[in-house]
């Protein structure tokens, strides 16, 4: 009974935030055998991204976006969205949060186009309509301008990435608020430029996965 009590007595003395009881050791860190699910994310964005970008610059004279609906969904959605939920046990924060958020930004995009979904007829004029996708495309310009300070002094191929990504979504929310053409093409230029290093990210970090890999692709990691 007394080396019950005692044994009590160790542990709340040492129950502050972050303590061990006494006499425990901290447990070492095992190395994840959780594969980088990186470039599954970064290829699916990029790929979305190039698609969308392409009818967006009117390529072999395609005006209308929605064939990208299920891409958006299923690719840069829901494959996007498994990428960062397989980051959190890594432990990579900004991964997780990345590719989570992105992914839940195709799927929402997607749902915009999707008739059944009573979000375009929802709006009584073009210019309303107009001004409402602006409003959603520059709360993302401002979501992905926060995810440049943490990899600020961390990757310099991901502060290139989403410094393009976040110009293109200003355009593309620049167009919609004018409704000038020219503007959302020059986002589409800009969006298709985001696609390329976004598989230039892709590439090298599936060859840093390979055990004998060709080639090296740098992406500026600090060390």
């Not at 969205?81 to 839940?104: K, L, Q």
């Amino acid at each position: 009974m007394s080396t019950e009590k005692h044994d009590i007595e160790q542990i709340s003395v040492s129950n502050e935030p972050g303590a061990l009881p006494k006499g425990s050791q901290p447990r070492p860190m095992r190395p994840s055998r959780i594969a980088n699910a990186g470039p599954a994310g970064i290829f699916s964005f990029a790929s979305t991204t190039f698609i969308l970008s392409m009818f967006n610059v009117n390529a072999r004279g395609i005006h209308t976006p929605n064939i990208v609906v299920g891409m958006a969904a299923f690719t840069g959605g829901l494959l996007q969205f498994i990428a960062g939920m397989w980051e959190f046990p890594r432990g990579n924060v900004f991964g997780a949060t990345a590719f989570a958020s992105y992914g839940c930004f195709w799927m929402s995009y997607a749902l915009i186009f999707i008739p059944g979904s009573g979000i375009l007829s929802a709006y009584s004029s073009p210019q309303e309509l107009g001004n409402a996708i602006g409003i959603y495309l520059i709360t993302w310009m401002m979501v992905t301008l926060l995810f440049i300070i943490p990899v600020v002094r961390r990757n310099v191929s991901f502060v290139v990435l989403l410094s393009i990504l976040a110009l293109a979504f200003a355009l593309l929310a620049a167009g919609s608020f004018t409704g000038m053409a020219n503007i959302t093409k020059a986002g589409g230029i800009v969006g298709i430029i985001v696609a390329l290093v976004a598989y230039y990210i892709g590439v090298s970090e599936m060859l840093e996965a390979e055990t004998r890999p060709i080639m090296r692709l740098p992406r500026g990691v600090y060390n």
